[in-house]
């Protein structure tokens, strides 16, 4: 998945584990940036009575660079406090929650959101109220009413931290089964029989932290940019997690206490870098690791295990020039690492400096399009991925194709990348209902009441 | 003068901030008195390696870094008393 239960350690820890980021300027509000930061990676929607919500153990951040350093200049950070209404029942709501500030809401969330620039922070909000999770029918019948009414704004900004549904879609169960991509079946070394893709995440929720701000907000220049060209207009996104740097379980309390600093142990920039090019015995080290600290990963990046895997997987002639193709992988170094330095792309860049760093890079000049194409980049379209990313994006899609060879062009003008390279997919598409066209831009979660079981079929 | 009171603390607070190092010089044995600047709050102490003398102190959002063979050899021999 994009990120989801990426890594060994990560994997068990899912309130600190960030899933997804998205950051894009829309139609909607032209002059603003959005940025959306996944947490709580497959919430089942029925899954009570201990509901999902954001650990109040834990910090999330989203961090912007608007210079060359790589570093946060900009970060958003966002602690969350729990509460108990009633002690005594065992119940997440005690009737319908019909507003977020209803006493039947019995386990609300509130968190505090602090600005910190230049070593300066500000407290932009505190004591913010999430909305509850869909729990059902009867418990939240109005929820898209409960989810506006967690909309805050201060000032110019926009913030929202709650559940909401899972936009990203891929197909795991064929991917992490040997590569398998269903539509694709009777190529792969081990043939089956085509399938349209399964999309594994289809109906499960996330806990989305959403922040809408001007885009003089987060540029170097703190103005809106729109010469496309200049360095000033583009800016590095990505999202951390931290947690005390120890815990000690506290029996009285029965739950663990921390002491000493908040360290880092999740991040995430631009999708699948964890999930698909780092080792599994990095990834947790990749995970505490700060994004300009990358170069030692670059290695992975320039040589794909993934693009070596294809042409065993998909034998004959199927990705031969792929095979054939020995190089360092320099188009997935910039899209990835550096962004896209001027002249590889007509009227395009979003380069960040030569330092080698994960972060999605969003070109702030470039104006949002009215008819996305969800293939970004590759399909012509600039404002989407690796251009930030939008909701819609299929980085799954455009991922896989980019390391199948279709993107080496960018670099190396001789190469012909294989016919299969454009053609790869694992047939998975967004969920209408996943998406919404205003903040914060992902649709109302699944309710519980409302979620049918799934199927399984262990022959 | 205790042995506590000749030590001098550097810390350094905040999230994502470089613990603080501290080298100590180790006076003799006897027995400690709080100071005004003592903590107030849980402590967490941690050795990692028995071998040197880096003692690791968890106070609230802090990490404190102390050089101190006689204290680590302390807690050591406490610590394996048991």
Redesign the interface.
Known sequence: MSSHREAPEMAKDPVADSTDVYAFVSPDKPDTVKIIANYIPLQQPDGGPNFYEFGDDVAYDINISHTTRARADITYRFHFTTKIRNPKTFLYNTGPIENIRDETWNRPQFYKVTRIENGRSVVLGRGLTCPPVNVGTRSTPEYAKLARQAVHTRGKRTFFAGQRADAFHVDLGSIFDLGGLRPFNKAHAIPLEKMDGINSVQAYNVHSIAIQVPISDLTRKHNRPTDVMSRSSVIGVWTDASRRKSRMFDSRKGKYVGHGPYVQVSRLGNPLVNEVLIPMAEKDAWNADAPREDKRYAKYVDKPELAGLLPVLYPGDTFANLRAYKKPRADLNAILLTGIPSGVVDGFQNYTGPIESDMLRLNVAVPPSKDENKLGLIGKDAAGFPNGRRVGDDVVTIELRAIAGVTIPLVDKDYKPDGAASAVEDGTSTDPKTVMGSFPYLGTPGGGYQTKPGTTDSK | MSDLNRRKLLAVT????V?GSVALVAGPASAAVRRSGSAQE???A?VEDHDSDELRL??????LVVHDRDLVTRLLNAAGGF
Not at chain 2, 14 to 17: L, S
């Open positions: 905040g999230m994502g901030a613990a849980p402590v967490v941690f968890m106070v609230g959002e802090r990490e």
